[in-house]
């Protein structure tokens, strides 16, 4: 395989996940009785422009279909990340009535709702028929496609250029990074704002959160990477944020190359600094993830077992794709899980890929009364443990498995 980016051949391996299906890929009553594609999962990185980048098999198309289940707008804790996001860019950037403001990856329109009502222009890009016909009941204008340079193209021949494109969480699921990234460059009008956010690959190393590498993420970004994607592509970095989300982001700031004006901000070079001395430009700095990665399963499965044997009920909550990346690798089954919660009503009823453990609504914890309850998404673990707060009533504990065993 060959870099995205640049095309150099990859060699250096972060980790091999063995074979999982894609993760987003939920299963019906009737599909249980149909064979399941499962995929290998490895990780490479290139150590020309350190992009660290998921092994290729299967495209977009795959992946993001028509019954793609992720809504956005289910956790508070993300609206009050996008609400207080649009307060202050819109601020900052002076927006109103004549501006035009494109989110790329709109999803269900939880953060351009908030564009929306302040009464600025703005369009969703947003592929997947799901989530872009829960947009359109917000009242938002969705264009249904992939984002890319023919689009952008065929939206500044009709004088739809952007003041500010946001891009939250979609940068990393691009297969062809090089032409997501011109487009912007071509949208956006000679004085626009870009602005991206994504998982940290600081973080993701640091914390050993593997189970948020999954097919649907192409690539695993670090600012210095990203700032070398930027650039070969007509866009000029020009402020980095830290960000709590997703267990740890950042959110970039970027501007045309050929006409921004912008002073590079501190940020840049402060965390371009960081980066380096933790070397993450380096071969070694890659070196032990996978046996940092293999001790976190193993604990998850002695865990397991050992309630089992103990004739303790485990479940899960939040059907999330970081959840069906740690399942499938580590193996387990209802056998050990019995079922995970989650109030998305598209997912409830389906069944985890892979693992085939049954979704089903919150009302169903009060019923059974498990003694442990396993959260999979572990970012929104104070948000959890705040919503489930009663099953203390009668014991539970909580268990995260991300970046250690940790029983609560």
Known sequence: MRCRHCGSSLSISLVDLGSAPPSNAYLTKDSLSTPEIWLPLRVLVCDKCWLVQTQDYKTDVVFFDSDYSYFSGFSNSWLS????????????????????????????????????????????????????????????????????????????????????????????????????????????????????????????????????????????????????????????????????????????????????????????????????????????????????????????????????????KVVAYGAAAKGNTLLNYAGIRPDLISYVIDNNPAKQGKFLPGSRIPILPESHLIDDKPDYIVILPWNLQSEIQIQLNYVRGWGALFVTAVPSLTIF
């Not at 996001?85 to 790329?104: A, F, Q």
């Not at 950042?250 to 380096?276: C, H, P």
Request: charged content about 20%; overall charge negative.
């Open 81 to 312: 990340h996008s609400k207080a996001y649009v307060e202050h860019i819109t601020s900052h950037l002076k927006l109103g009535s004549d501006s035009l403001v494109y989110e790329v990856a709109a999803n269900d329109g939880s953060l351009l709702q908030f564009i929306h009502e302040r009464g600025i222009p703005c369009i969703g890009i947003e592929p997947t028929a799901s989530t872009a016909n829960s947009a359109r009941e917000k009242g938002l204008s969705i264009v249904q496609e992939f984002f890319g340079v023919d689009l952008a193209r065929r939206l500044v021949e009709i004088s739809m250029s952007a003041d500010l494109i946001t891009a939250n969480n979609v940068l990393a699921h691009v297969p062809d990074i090089n032409d997501f990234t011109k487009g912007f460059s071509i949208l956006l009008k000679p004085s626009g704002v870009a602005t991206f956010e994504f998982p940290h690959l600081l973080e993701l190393i640091s914390k050993c959160q593997f189970d948020t590498i999954y097919h649907e993420h192409y690539s695993y970004l670090s600012l210095s990477s990203v700032i070398r994607i930027f650039r070969s592509n007509g866009l000029s970095v020009f402020k980095v944020e830290r960000l709590p989300t997703h267990g740890g982001s950042l959110r970039v700031f970027a501007e045309r190359a050929d006409t921004g004006k912008r002073m590079i901000d501190s940020s840049v070079n402060q965390l371009l600094e960081v980066e380096s001395i933790n070397g993450i430009q380096s071969e070694e700095y890659y070196s032990n993830f996978q046996a940092r990665t293999d001790k976190v399963k193993d604990d998850l499965i002695n865990f397991l077992y050992t309630a089992k044997a103990s004739s303790k």
